[in-house]
């Protein structure tokens, strides 16, 4: 007998940042954060597990067709650790329950879009790898449960546990046990909030999101100033989607990702996660708020130099004409969005 799940996570976009981590090996973070989770139907990570007791002995996994090492103690070894102690207890109160929990897992990964290029490939990847082996293992934990479990394999993942507008609090107790995502609102609630994600380079960033965070910590000032102005953008932002008052809403996340570049910035040796066409794109959006009186579409920049533009569907054709019009996209485009399903069809490369 096999047991195989399949399951897909979409990424999400923080508006107001994760970067520092006051607990590296828990991931706890130095502040709390909120996003919008995107629609699946777009940018997804799908991952298949299966457990088969006579596969050698060890997991292993693999992403994008490609063996990434499962470290142990490393993040995603912690993760899968964790959901296999849930699955023994169901299994220690049933014992006609199939043994899993026992069983190697061979896991396979793909993401429809670049992979480590700022795009939030850590919170769907985690996010789909957590869900997967929950559901691989019939887990009766809740999304906010797992979260915890996603958290440490990528801060930004517990986010993705759940659609429409989340807020990852940070909690205050030291081992974590607080320290996960929540619902602020479900995507029904502002169903006119729309994202246009700007591909500026599909190439691996070089200083990743763990590394970056923590030179930030351990060198910037300007970031311990940052960690007194989050609470109340977490406020007023919390506010503004509950109002769904775009202005708010815009300022406050173009100023919270303008803050946190400018900390990796100060970071040393510097970061520079944005390039000369990010900062064209900012001054783009920024010149069409100025002409329209008011904020229309709202710029962010996770790590990395890919831009996601929020706006709302009556402006989005506006939005649109102006990027194109400034930076036509690429020849070939088209070509590379339709080998991506066969991509991701492609299974386990180890079968
Ligand atoms: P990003 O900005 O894309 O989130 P990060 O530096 O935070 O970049 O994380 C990239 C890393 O996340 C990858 O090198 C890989 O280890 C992990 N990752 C990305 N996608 C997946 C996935 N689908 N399954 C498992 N791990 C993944
Ligand atoms: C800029 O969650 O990728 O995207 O926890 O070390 O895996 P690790 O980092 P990660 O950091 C995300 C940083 C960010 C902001 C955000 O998503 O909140
Ligand atoms: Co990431």
């Known amino acids: 007998m096999v047991y195989e799940a399949t399951v ?53 996994l693999w992403l994008n067709g490609k063996e990434e090492v499962i470290k142990e103690n490393g993040r995603t070894w912690v993760c899968i650790e964790e959901l296999r102690r849930w699955r023994r207890a169901m299994e220690e109160k049933d014992k006609k329950l199939p043994e899993l929990s026992e069983m190697p897992l061979r896991i396979a990964s793909y993401n429809n879009f670049p992979t480590a290029a700022g795009l939030a490939s850590s919170a769907s990847g985690l996010a789909a790898l957590v869900s997967s082996l929950s559901t691989l293992f019939s887990l009766p934990q809740t999304p906010s449960q797992l979260s915890l479990i996603a958290r440490q394999g990528s801060g930004s993942a517990c986010r993705s546990l759940f659609g429409g507008f989340v807020a990852w609090r940070e909690g205050l107790a030291s081992d974590g046990s607080d320290s996960m995502a929540q619902q602020v609102a479900p995507e029904t609630h502002w169903p006119e909030m729309q994202a246009l994600i700007c591909v500026v380079s599909d190439q691996k960033k070089a200083t990743s999101s763990t590394a970056g965070m923590q030179a930030t910590v351990e060198t910037s000032a300007l970031f311990r100033q940052r960690l007194q102005v989050v609470p109340s953008r977490m406020d007023a932002i919390e506010s503004a989607i509950k109002q769904k008052d775009f ?42 708020n100025k002409a329209n009186g008011k904020p229309l579409a709202a ?31 690429a020849q070939d485009l088209e070509d590379r969005l339709n080998v991506m399903p066969a991509v991701e069809k492609a299974g386990f490369p180890m079968m």
């Open 299 to 329: 710029y962010t920049f996770d790590a990395g130099p890919n831009a996601v533009i929020y706006t709302l569907d009556k402006y989005m054709p506006v939005v649109i004409k102006a990027v194109q019009r400034f930076f036509p996209p």
């Open 247 to 288: 202005e708010s809403f815009a300022k406050i996340t173009m100023a919270d990702s303008n803050t946190f570049h400018a900390c990796c910035l100060d970071t040393t040796p510097p970061i520079f996660y944005m390039n000369d066409v990010s900062r064209s794109i900012i001054q783009l959006i920024e010149q069409l």
């Open 8 to 60: 897909s996570a979409p990424v999400n976009i923080a508006c107001i940042k994760y970067w520092g981590k006051r607990d590296t090996k828990l991931i706890i973070p130095t502040n709390s954060s909120l996003s919008i989770t995107l629609s699946q139907d777009h940018l997804r990570s799908t991952t298949t597990c299966r457990a088969d007791p006579r596969f050698e002995r060890g997991d292993r």
